[in-house]
């Protein structure tokens, strides 16, 4: 059977018979209703309780009377009524036992409805102040290296893909401008750090073989007073190298650094790496990932089964991905997502495919509880905008030649 509503007649006899003082057990065959429901909705509209004094002994009907006032425990109706508390609860269960709408819960009685669900306080001290006291490069779950100067706001970025003849230096420069000016002191880079060389770019790349593109990134990267780059290397591109000839370009770069008066890039690994961020009672980890695959019919599609791929006890508590050149902020299974957009202009691949390119970087905020978990994340998207497609001039043998490339793909 389903509820039985109320209607405005039936509350309106009711009102009226409470006012006169008509005991519940008399409205029951008046209203047609059970003595817990009239006793209920009694309650729900503040009216007089009333019922048969012959019910109640004198304990119970004093008990009514006080607890109907204000809460009271059951050592002080004990003292009251110079009784046991014991005697205090058989009174109220029998009371309770017969309709009468009176609890007792954590030994305090009380006259009315109320929800069993706790009053919930949350300490919002922990939302401020934050900052992550260690941070370590993690391989294999096992703490590899610490990584100085992480703090609460760092730079995010990914696919700047030196070399290219839609490289973006100029967009590249201004974020790190950016980052200066904001007192940023750690910038996240998501891979494809430069374009590589493959069949597929051979006539799209500024430079020509291995050792002058990585010499072409180590003299034109930008690099400014306090600031360190901590970069991935990404399966594609640079990542071509690796697969053809196992090389790993982000080692070579950190070494070869020193040459050109540099100090300020850390390789944290091939496609992606691991980063715990340690407070005082605990930690958080933030994942840095070069995806795969092609750019999905919705931006946000490929990080969303990338992180519901993650097993149990692996999901990380910030993903940061490189590789679509798409920027967007999105927190699947609770994870805060960022794609890192790019600072490479729209190619022609990119052109023939109907994929935009997203230029610009972030800065992200954190707090960081003293428990270890993210309880603020604070991402701020810097754009810039596109310049005139193929200002870079190539010629039409080298536009077939491309488009036959595409094609094969």
């Not at 009102?15 to 009694?42: D, V």
């Not at 004093?62 to 607890?67: C, G, P």
């Not at 990585?214 to 594609?236: E, H, Q, V």
Request: no cysteine; proline share 3%.
């Amino acid at each position: 059977m389903g509820v039985k509503f109320w209607t405005s007649k039936e509350l309106e006899t009711l009102k009226r018979l409470s006012s006169q003082g008509i005991p519940i057990k008399e409205m029951t065959s008046l209203l047609n209703r059970s003595y817990n429901a009239i006793a209920k909705r009694i309650s729900l509209l503040g009216l007089n309780f009333v019922d048969t004094p012959t019910d109640l002994n004198e304990l119970e009907e004093a008990l009514l009377k006080v607890a109907k006032q204000k809460k009271r425990s059951l050592i002080n109706l004990a003292n009251t009524f110079n009784v046991g508390p014991n005697t205090i609860k058989k009174a109220v269960t029998s009371l309770h036992e017969r309709g009468y709408v009176i609890n007792i819960k954590d030994d305090t009685v009380s006259v009315g409805y109320h929800s069993d669900n706790p009053v919930i306080k949350i300490d919002t001290r922990k939302f401020f102040g934050g900052k992550p006291e260690k941070a370590y490069l993690l391989r294999d779950g096992k703490r590899i290296k610490t990584i100085e100067g992480f703090n609460y706001k760092f730079g995010a970025i990914a696919d700047t893909h030196l070399g290219s003849k839609y490289e973006r230096l100029d967009v590249l420069n201004a974020l790190y401008d950016i980052f200066e000016k904001e007192g940023v002191k750690i910038v996240l880079h998501g891979g494809n750090y430069v374009d590589g060389e493959f069949r597929f770019n051979k006539f799209e790349t500024k430079t020509h073989g291995f050792d002058e593109m990585i010499d072409y990134f180590l003299k034109n990267y930008p690099k400014r007073k306090g600031i360190k780059t901590l970069f991935i290397s990404g399966d594609d591109h640079e990542g071509w190298w690796t697969q053809q000839t196992g090389i790993d370009p982000g080692r070579v770069i950190e070494e070869r650094q020193k040459e050109y008066g540099r100090d300020d890039l850390v390789y944290l690994g091939y496609q992606e790496a691991n980063i715990e961020l340690k407070s005082s009672k605990g930690k958080a980890l933030l994942k840095i990932l070069h995806g795969g695959m092609g750019t999905s019919y919705a931006d946000s599609y490929r990080t969303q089964k990338m992180v519901e791929s993650f097993s149990e006890g692996e999901k990380p508590h910030i993903l940061l991905v490189g590789h679509y050149h798409k920027a967007i902020y999105h927190t699947p299974r609770g994870v805060h997502t960022l794609l890192l957009g790019t600072t490479q202009g729209q190619t022609r691949f990119m052109r023939k495919k109907e994929l935009k390119a997203y230029l610009g970087g972030w800065i992200v905020e954190i707090n960081q509880s003293p428990t270890g978990e993210i309880n603020r994340f604070k991402p701020e998207w810097i754009p810039f905008w596109g310049k005139k497609f193929y200002q870079e001039h190539i010629t039409s043998h080298e536009v077939k030649e491309l488009d036959d490339l595409i094609n094969e793909t």
